[in-house]
């Protein structure tokens, strides 16, 4: 079946640009998240979704950053005024419930700040 | 707060070596712990996960125990393949059910030689 998809896979940016990137959850899973990957890292929590609602945001390193999910399913990660440091892989992670605890991961997106 | 600290790597082997990667966490509660696997030019996988103390997670032969006595969490493989070569990450979700972000370890990166 199909899996979590990410578009786009690869994304350059001046800085200061703004950028969109896009997470298709699998179908009917209920929670989503977002992680950032530096190079050479571990993934790192950004923010998590419940249908709709977003119940955790901490993870989110400024208010340039902004996550929103408005119909429980497609999930947009927005970064604006982009900064070199922002230029990361992110992973786009769902679960089908709240009670089943393996998150199933999306291929990322790499982000590249020039 | 929660953390993951995983062997520093990379780890060089010999096809049909024998495999140790070391996870040791510290979590509060009784987090459910997972190995995950991202092979070269893909997104991360589920490589294996125990809910609870003494559980033994397994697959593609692959193992981890969930030691809570000695909060550890150390991925073994009696015999590696070429195939083997891949970035492990060691993770734990902080509660079992409802849990939310994944927090992982840094990563180890595996070359086998033929």
């Known amino acids: 079946g199909a899996g979590v998809s990410q578009s786009p896979r690869y994304k350059v940016a001046k800085r200061g640009q703004d950028v969109a990137l896009r997470c298709d959850p699998i179908?009917?899973?209920?929670?989503l998240f977002w992680y950032q990957q530096a190079l050479g890292q571990g993934p790192e929590f950004l923010t998590y979704f419940q249908n709709e609602a977003q119940l955790d945001k901490s993870g989110l390193p400024s208010d340039r950053f902004f996550a929103e999910r408005p119909e429980g399913s497609v999930s947009t990660l927005k970064i604006q005024r982009t900064q070199q440091e922002d230029s990361a892989v992110y992973l786009c992670a769902s679960r089908p419930g709240f009670s089943y605890n393996e998150q199933f991961f999306g291929p990322g997106t790499r982000l590249t700040v020039l | 707060g929660d953390s993951v600290t995983q062997m520093e790597g990379p780890v060089t082997l010999s096809e049909e070596a024998f495999l140790t990667i070391n996870c040791t966490y510290t979590?509060?509660?009784?987090?459910?712990l997972f190995w995950y696997v991202q092979y070269p030019g893909e997104g991360l996988q589920l490589l294996l996960k125990a809910t609870k103390a003494d559980d033994k997670g397994s697959n593609k032969g692959f193992e981890a125990t969930y030691r809570k006595e000695t909060t550890s969490f150390h991925l073994e493989k009696g015999s590696v393949q070429v195939s083997d070569s891949a970035v492990y990450f060691c993770a734990l979700s902080p509660t079992q059910g409802g849990s939310e972000k994944l927090v992982f370890g840094k990563g180890t990166k595996l070359t086998v030689n033929p």
């Open positions: 979590a509060t509660g009784y987090p459910s």
């Open positions: 179908s009917g899973h209920v929670s």
